[in-house]
Each structure stands twice: as C-alpha cells, then as structure tokens.
C-alpha cells in the first residue's frame, strides 16, 4: 500500500526545511505526496517555492496585513476542515514552531489523522520566549504521533514529556539538507554591495523584540555603522510593516547600511557563506550558521538551540543597546575573540533527514 502522506506548511523556514523532504517524498514510489500551503507568508513563502520548483495541491491563502495569532489561527482551522475531511490523508506532516504548525496540527488532531511534528523537541521552557513559538512547539508534541527530532538533545527533551519513545526519531535537520541545494562557490549575488570581506548580516523579526527591543538592537547598530564604515551592514527586511518601518526610521540614512528586500533561499545561503559576522533573531539562521563557521550574535534572551552556543559559533547577547554595541565591536576589533567563534561545526547532521523521516513513516505504518 502506498502511504498518503501531506505535508503543510506557510511561512518562509518551514517551506525551506519542509522543502528537501517534499523532494524526497516525491521521488519514493512507497508514498502519495501533497501538499497544503496556508499562506500565512505570501512573499517569503512563495519565493522558497519558486525556487524548489514545488507546486502546492491546495493553497488556502489565509495572509493579512499584520495579522492576529488569534486570525491565522482560526483561519487555518476552519480552511483546513474540509480539505481533510475530503483528502483523508494517512498523515499529516508539519514543520516546527509556527501557528501554521500549531493549527494545522490541531486541524488533523479533530479528524483524527496521524501528525508527524519535523523538528521536534527543541525547548527553552520559557511560555513566552519565544513568543508564541515555545507554546506552539509544546503544543504541536502533545497532538503529534510520530516525532523527528533534529538531535540527541531534542530527543530527550520529548523523553521528559513522556512521549513514547519507538516514535522518536532523530533524524539531523532538514535544514542541511536544504543546504545541499543552495551553497555553491560559483553562486553570483546580485543586488547586494559587497565589501570584500567585510560583510555584515543582520535579520530580525521575531513578535516579542517587535517594538522597543528591535529599536535598541537598531541603536547599536547604527552607532556600529559609524564607527566602523569600511563595514557593509545588510539587511534584508523581513516583510512585516513593524519591522520595515522602525527599520527605515533607524537606519535608511547610514551609506553603508543596505535595507534591501527578503533574499531568495540561494542567495542567502550564498550571502551568509560570504559573510564575516551576522546579528539575528532568527531559529533557521542559528542552525545554518555553525557549519559555515560565521560567528552569530543571537538578539534573544533565550535559546532552542543550544547546539549551536555549545559549538561556540553563536552567543546569546539579548537587545540591549550597549551590550549589543559591545559585542559587535569586540568581533570586529578582537581577532582572538572572533577566530575563536568562527570555527565550522555542524552539530545538526549529515544532510540525510529527509531519507530518515522517511524511513520513519514508513516503519510506523509498517509495524501495525
Ligand atoms: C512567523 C512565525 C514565526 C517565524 C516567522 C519566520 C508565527 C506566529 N510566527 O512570524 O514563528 O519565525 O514567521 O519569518 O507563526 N508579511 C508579508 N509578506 C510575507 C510575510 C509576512 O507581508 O511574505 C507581513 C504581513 O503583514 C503579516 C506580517 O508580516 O501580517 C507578520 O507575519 P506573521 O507570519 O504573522 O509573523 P512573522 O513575524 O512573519
Ligand atoms: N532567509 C532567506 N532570505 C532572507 C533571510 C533569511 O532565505 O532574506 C532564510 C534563512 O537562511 C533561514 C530562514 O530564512 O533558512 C529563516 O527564516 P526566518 O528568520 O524568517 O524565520 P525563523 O527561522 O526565525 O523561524
């Protein structure tokens, strides 16, 4: 028998992570592969399917001008009824910690279908930090039947919860496997000035620095951006308006700061590679990251991903202005300091998680 499996996803990483396991899914006679796109990024979304030349089977289009978590929610829930009720698959996949993840796994939780959580088990413990990604994560490992966790350590964090472990994969991250498909030396960046190796990224999005804690971190930065102009900053902006408007307020006049669109997946993993340093909020750029060997100030207080902090690649250094201007500095200015953070490690796997989720699925379905 041929096993339907859908796969759902709406914003930019999950699409990325989500992506290579489409392709392999595709590729496995043992399987019916479809695809369900909410849309909760419309944009962002798109281009990653663009580029891994995906077709959704249903789009439900569910994106609005700064949207509620109450709106994507309860969008989601009620696009997604029908499409189940009809379809029926034997198992619904979703990606990590977004309200897409949540709700669609919620969606198959009320008919009764098999949830397969990729990127299960990472922690902080903290309800509110990240912000609503901790709750969604523990949420979505309370409804899910078959977990693939991305390491040892997400593993045991779902052993804690009482999960049943033969359900328990670790698998690496889809995330390296996605790389397979972006990184090459011979990759041409357009629309970006380079400045030797003098690169800096900077991306930041996440709901809970929205506000007075991104206007901090953009303080910093621009103080960096005039003490040190033989340095490039690039950001390409996330599409939110609340974060594209302090943006443009803070840093639209620095020459040497770039506020550019949303990169497409190739160049970005190409601009990383290339880069001397990068300052995110963001839970894909901290596993991308460590097997490049660029050093990462993480703007956050709190981590999911200790892996990377243990490899020493990334430091936490939270939003606050002069801690941020410091730490900054002390990369630009203290080569020890940096060649200590620039070592590649890739603590999240081979580039083959796709082919274990796989052979995961199909182990669960075959024991019955
Ligand atoms: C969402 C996820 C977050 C993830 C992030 C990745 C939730 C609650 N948040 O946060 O976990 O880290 O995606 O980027 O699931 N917008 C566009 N076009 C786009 C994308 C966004 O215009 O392609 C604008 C819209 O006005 C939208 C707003 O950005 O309302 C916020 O998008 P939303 O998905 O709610 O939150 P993110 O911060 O993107
Ligand atoms: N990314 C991208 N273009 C960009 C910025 C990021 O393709 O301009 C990729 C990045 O390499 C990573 C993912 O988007 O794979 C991270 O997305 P984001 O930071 O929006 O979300 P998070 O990972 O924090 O949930």
Known sequence: MTIKVFSVFGTRPEAIKMAPLVKALEA????????????QHREMLDQVLTIFDIQSDYDINIMSTN???????????????????????DILLVHGDTTTTFAASLAAFYQQIKIGHVEAGLRTWNKYSPFPEEANRQMTDCLADLYFAPTTASRENLLLENHPEDNIFVTGNT?????????????QLTGVNLQDDKNIILTMHRRENLGSKMQSVFLAVSRIAREFPEYQIIFPMHKNPKV??????????FANIQLIEPLDVVDFHNLMARSYL?????????????SMGVPVLVL???????????????RLIGTDESVVYQEIKE?????????????????Y????????ILSGIYSFFNQK
Request: net charge negative; proline share 5%; glycine share 6%.
């Open 331 to 347: 990369l630009l200015t203290n080569k020890t300091a940096y060649q200590k953070m620039a070592q590649a490690k890739n603590p």
């Open 349 to 356: 796997g081979d580039g083959q998680a796709s082919e274990r």
């Open 175 to 187: 995330a390296i496997d996605a790389m397979k498909y972006t990184i090459r030396d011979s990759h």
């Open 67 to 89: 949207q509620t978590l109450t709106e994507i929610t309860t969008r989601i829930l009620l696009a997604l009824q029908p499409i189940l009720e009809n379809e029926k698959p």
């Open 278 to 290: 990068i300052l995110s909020d963001s839970g894909g750029v901290q596993e991308e990251a460590p």
């Open 300 to 314: 956050r207080d709190t981590t999911e991903r200790p892996e990377g902090v243990t490899a020493g690649t990334l």
């Open 28 to 39: 496995d006679p043992r399987f019916e592969s479809k695809v369900i796109v909410t849309g």
């Open 244 to 253: 594209r408007d302090l943006a443009q307020k803070h840093l639209s006049q």
